[in-house]
């Protein structure tokens, strides 16, 4: 089956850790995204990737930082520094001028 | 930035009535597209138009695209209950293909 996959689907951090949202794509893109999403007001660009081993800063990407090690994969890391990490997180990848997305995860703060 | 906004904001409709949702947006783009979004889950792509082109037909969606008004409307036909979702318009500014999203419309569409 060919997608996204976007792993956990539900996720908790505490304050002062780091937790790494996974993002895996077997369509064989160049470009990934990552968007946060809170209620009400739509998807905002964190970090996005042309191309494998370079990835630049979307409109909100203080606090969060990624890799892009492989085309596959584009891991992101939610800091320490985001001091208000709830939020609802999608990966995508865009082939064909359309975006894929996946299912989300839910990031929460005990 | 928000790039581009959805109106109205939450749409409410029995079965069988048409939805329609508009988006408006700001700069020059270079396509529109629109999403749907079921609760909990990610986007699914929906159609795509191109700068170029004014109106575009899939099974029961019709978009539209007025690039001099920067808008573009979807419009749902014969909706069914199983299309309650959020929709979102994202587009490719020109010079960028970074897609930007607006805030979408939650449509409700009760049986």
């Known amino acids: 089956d060919g997608g996204i996959t976007q ?9 002062g850790q780091n937790v790494t949202l996974s ?16 209620p009400g007001q739509g998807l905002r660009l964190i970090y996005y990737s042309q191309i494998v081993n370079d990835f630049q800063k979307g409109d909100i990407a203080e606090g969060y930082s990624v890799s892009r090690e492989k085309k596959e ?19 995508a990848s865009k ?3 359309k975006l894929f997305f996946g299912s989300g995860t839910q990031l929460s703060v005990l | 930035s928000q ?4 109106d109205p904001q939450a749409l409410s409709i029995q079965e069988g009535e ?29 159609i795509l138009i191109r700068s170029n082109e004014r109106e575009k ?13 920067k808008s573009s409307s979807l419009l749902i036909t014969a909706s069914r ?11 490719d500014a020109r010079g960028s293909y970074i897609p930007t999203f607006g805030r979408g419309t939650s449509l409700i569409v009760h049986p």
């Open chain 1, 7 to 15: 792993s956990p689907k539900y996720l908790f951090r505490k304050e």
């Open chain 1, 23 to 38: 993002c895996e794509q077997n369509l064989n893109h160049d470009a990934m995204y990552w968007y946060r999403q809170d």
């Open chain 1, 73 to 91: 994969s584009f891991p992101l890391t939610v800091t320490s520094a985001q001091k208000n990490p709830t939020a609802f997180y999608l990966c």
């Open chain 1, 95 to 97: 082939g064909y001028e």
């Open chain 2, 3 to 6: 790039q581009g906004e959805e």
């Open chain 2, 18 to 46: 048409n939805a329609t949702m508009n988006c408006s947006y700001k700069t020059s783009i270079n396509n529109l597209q629109w999403y749907r979004q079921n609760s909990g889950r990610g986007l699914v792509h929906l």
């Open chain 2, 57 to 69: 037909h899939s099974g029961r969606l019709r978009v539209t695209l007025d690039t001099s008004k």
């Open chain 2, 81 to 91: 209950a199983a299309d309650t979702a959020s929709y979102f318009c994202a587009t």
